[in-house]
């Protein structure tokens, strides 16, 4: 299977601790610029299916702006409820400033 990681945002566009929504293979993946680097979750809180942009980042972490659930953004787990499941992760390339998002296979 090959290994397709596509294009999707530029770091220099995400200020720290702030995150940018972009679709990809038609799902939206939030890519988080976090102190501790730059990972890509699926843009939907795990408790009600909704986007979780523009929620609060801290260190890896990232709380809904909704209710308030906590995700570690490094593997998706949740950290606090009322979500009780992970978020899906997606791997990510960085070359320069360039961010990639390994292509989502179809499930
Ligand atoms: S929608 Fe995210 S915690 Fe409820």
Known sequence: ?????????????IELNQSQSVELSGLDILICHTNNGIFAVEDKCSHA??????????????????????????DGSVQSPPAFEDLKTYEVKI????????KPVSE
Do not use: W
């Open 49 to 74: 299916d909704i986007p979780l942009c523009g929620g609060q980042i801290i260190d890896n972490f990232i709380s809904c702006p909704v209710h308030g659930a906590v995700f570690d953004l490094t």
């Open 95 to 102: 070359e320069g400033t360039s961010i990639s998002v390994k």
């Open 1 to 13: 299977m090959s290994e397709e990681f596509i294009r999707v945002a530029d770091i220099t566009d």
